[in-house]
């Protein structure tokens, strides 16, 4: 079936870096977008931005420019979310979510389960 | 950026109950607006897009409408099961603003 699985929870001091994973499998991969987005405790929805799978084409959003970099690995079906510079703000909850294409209007239709991020010192 | 309004953004309702959730975009947006659920502790899930299609296997109690700026969702009798958190998106432009949420409850 159609899934996404991302990376286990992550516990870093301010300052470091982390790397979410996200493993796509039953739908063709580089066929769809892929975006994060994140979730701080009790917060709305944020978009970090998305990646082009078959391209690496990326799109972030302004005030995460500089901040997050996505990546992916082709040959296994998998995108990387890389955010630099954490503070406590950055901790949240990480979802990856495939971008289902125009004719459904571009709507998140497959999410992974989460990754919860965790800066402290 | 478009900005997403949501409201309101708390509600307790009773099963049975229709409700109505609205989203107000800050600029037109067309139809390029998704509704997603969310219970405690899960991912976000899709429920409608373009502003009035259902999305697969979600019961046909909801419903939406709207084009332009202004967008509902509305749940006919209210089940169990519905009681979670509703996020509306813009998906016209990046960035892809979700609405602050409404936190729907049992009474």
């Known amino acids: 079936q159609v899934q996404l699985v991302q990376s286990g929870a992550e516990v870093k001091r301010p300052g470091a870096s982390v790397k979410v994973s996200c493993k796509a499998s039953?739908?063709?991969?580089?066929?769809?977008?892929m975006n994060w987005v994140r979730q701080a405790p009790g917060q709305s929805l944020e978009w970090l931005g998305w990646?082009?799978?078959?391209?690496?084409?990326?799109n972030y959003a302004q005030r995460f420019q500089g901040k997050v970099t996505m990546t992916r690995d082709t040959s296994i079906s998998t995108v990387y979310m890389d955010l630099s510079s954490l503070t406590s703000d950055d901790t949240a909850v990480y979802f990856c979510?495939?971008?289902?294409?125009?004719?459904?209007?571009?709507?998140?239709?497959?999410w992974g389960q989460g990754t919860m991020v965790t800066v402290s010192s | 950026d478009i900005q997403m309004t949501q409201s309101p953004s708390f509600l307790s309702a009773s099963v049975g109950d229709r409700v109505t959730i609205t989203c107000r975009a800050s600029?037109?947006?067309?139809?390029?607006l998704n509704w997603y659920q969310q219970k405690p502790g899960k991912a976000p899930k899709l429920l409608m897009y373009?502003?009035?299609s259902l999305q697969s296997g979600v019961p046909s109690r909801f419903s939406g409408s709207g084009s332009g700026t202004d967008f509902t969702l509305a749940i006919s009798s209210l089940q169990p099961e519905d009681f979670a958190t509703y996020y509306c998106?813009?998906?016209?432009?990046?960035?892809?603003?979700f609405g602050q949420g409404t936190r729907l409850e049992i009474k």
């Open positions: 600029q037109s947006i067309s139809t390029y």
């Open positions: 039953g739908y063709t991969f580089t066929g769809y977008y």
């Open positions: 990646i082009d799978p078959y391209t690496g084409g990326t």
């Open positions: 373009a502003a009035s």
């Open positions: 979510a495939r971008e289902s294409g125009r004719v459904v209007a571009d709507a998140f239709d497959i």
């Open positions: 998106q813009q998906t016209y432009s990046t960035p892809r603003i």
